[in-house]
Structure formats: structure tokens, C-alpha cells
């Protein structure tokens, strides 16, 4: 079953930087309707990203899409998990 087990693979810093650009327009689009940073989110996405990359195909950019895709659902499992550790927003190098 492909959908339970999607490929997350970055094959150099291009594919890494694609992967963190998807990720940000990914985020900016799925947010006003699944929301952000919820368990429900997380799953959601976990499941798109594994239905995409059974679908998609296995090309490079097929893998970056869904491996951004799953990564940032399961940032969304874990921030929801996590939660009151602080953001990225409000933790600076000398206050951590």
C-alpha cells in the first residue's frame, strides 16, 4: 500500500529548497480550510501526500511535492502534540 508509505527523500539542497517552497504555498493554501498546525491538519495532509505520491508518479518532482507535503503534516502532528513549546516567532538565538 504506496499511500502508507510515501517516500520523503531530498536528493541535494535544490530538492530541499523546492521541498521548503512547496511547503510555504502548500501551508498558505490548505490553511483557511484544514487549518494549521492541528492533529487534524497533520493527518490530512500525511494522507494527501501519500495519495500523491502514489499518483503522481515517482519523478523527482512528484517526490519533492509529496515528501514537502508529508513533512509539513507531520510538523502539524507534532506542533499540536508539542504544543506550548514556543514558535520559531518568538525564540531568538540568545533566547531559546
Avoid at 512528484?62 to 504544543?83: P, Q, R, Y
Wanted: proline residues 2%.
Amino acid at each position: 500500500m504506496a499511500i502508507l508509505k510515501p517516500k520523503v527523500q531530498a536528493s541535494g539542497l535544490i530538492d530541499v529548497l523546492g521541498m521548503a517552497a512547496v511547503k510555504q504555498v502548500e501551508e498558505r493554501i490548505t490553511s483557511p480550510f484544514i487549518g494549521n498546525a492541528t492533529i487534524k491538519s497533520g493527518l490530512i495532509k500525511l494522507v494527501g501526500g501519500g495519495v500523491g505520491y502514489s499518483v503522481l508518479g515517482h519523478n523527482r518532482i512528484a517526490n519533492v511535492v509529496t515528501s514537502a507535503v508529508v513533512f509539513d503534516g507531520a510538523e502539524d502532528i507534532m506542533a499540536a502534540v508539542l504544543g506550548g513549546m514556543g514558535n520559531g516567532s518568538d525564540v531568538s538565538a540568545d533566547n531559546w
